[in-house]
């Protein structure tokens, strides 16, 4: 099936701030060398001590050593945060004039606000890296065109990224349709023959949710509600709806959410919440309190992006992945893709964001990661 792909950046806040005044926030060793640091909520990259785990990761390891041995600066990766702190921490910082790192690596709609606030570099300004699409082969890097596109305001891009990006996904405990009487590949089947849709997809989910000892007590769940902001992003998506669309005349951004495809998927959202087919966290619930539910099969699908993957390795059974079902007013299965942005604060000089601009183009250019023969 064709996917269409769209960029999610969550109501974006219209207001203007004040441009907050440039200052220095330039970084120096002793030695006069420029030290970048890429902050983020994730973990950290020192080539200093850095372990490699396979082959590959030796390669990435012996290219960013030699980086540095041939620029005057040095680079490396830092959590500056965890997830929870991180947005007051990068707001913080710049507004302070002393940002926490020279690079942030943000989800899209903890970026544009930062834009509209002025406290994000142009990165366009800069003539240092070339932002263009790479030619497969050239050893350029990947520069996320549809990041780049949607980061462009008034001829200016304020924001970049290397990831290709992660569509909202329904993943399914194939164990759990089969003890439920369904075909552990009928979505599968259904998505091949154009039939998995909003309607059907419902049913399935009563189907999924049910009181197996008979004492009046749900046992199995469809679904859950974490995390709520994925399962509508998906529904959202799959009905063709968004929330800002960009005016093909004035090339501006605008509001979508009034339009009678985003409204109708706010409904279906709101109809499988109050259907009972969807598990809600206990009072005393952390933000994964949904993943061994998902495990054991308690909860049969998890609506999420497909980065998830890597934490399903805990599942002894088998599972599987489809698209969201479509929406009525949809031919196609959509799914929004999201990928983290990389911006540079406006404390720095022109001078200072040409070589922090290079110096992630270097640490981010791919390798070979063909096996040794």
Known sequence: MKKIIAINLTLLP???????????????????VMVITIGSSGGGYDVNTFVPGNE??????????????????IIREEQIGIWSELQQIVLNSIMSGQPAASVFI?????????????LLYPLSESKTVDFSPAVPGDGRVEWNQIIRNAFTVNGRTYAMSTEKGSGIVVFY????????????????IMQREG??????????CKILTRDIDNDGIIDRYALCTTPFPDFVDAIIASNGANYIERDPVTGLYVNATNRPE???????????REEGVMKFPPPD?????????FYDGTIAMRVEGEWIIGQLQPMKDDWGMVMFPRGPRSDIYRTFIGASVMVVPITYSPEEV??????VELWYTPVDSSPID
């Open 14 to 32: 219209l207001l203007l701030f004040p441009v907050l005044s440039a200052c220095n926030g330039n970084n120096m060793n002793p030695s006069g």
């Open 56 to 73: 590959v990761d030796e390669r990435v390891l012996a290219h960013r050593k030699q980086v540095l041995r041939d620029n005057n600066f």
């Open 106 to 118: 943000l989800p899209p709609n903890w970026a544009m606000p930062l834009r509209n606030r002025g």
């Open 173 to 188: 405990n194939k164990r759990v349709f089969k003890e439920a009487g369904l075909d552990p590949y009928l979505p599968y």
């Open 195 to 204: 039939t998995w849709t909003w309607d059907a997809f419902f049913e399935i």
């Open 262 to 272: 985003f409204i109708e998927a706010l409904q279906y959202a709101q109809r499988l």
């Open 285 to 293: 619930a952390t933000w994964s309190w949904h993943h061994p539910e």
């Open 354 to 359: 040409d070589t922090i601009l290079r110096a």
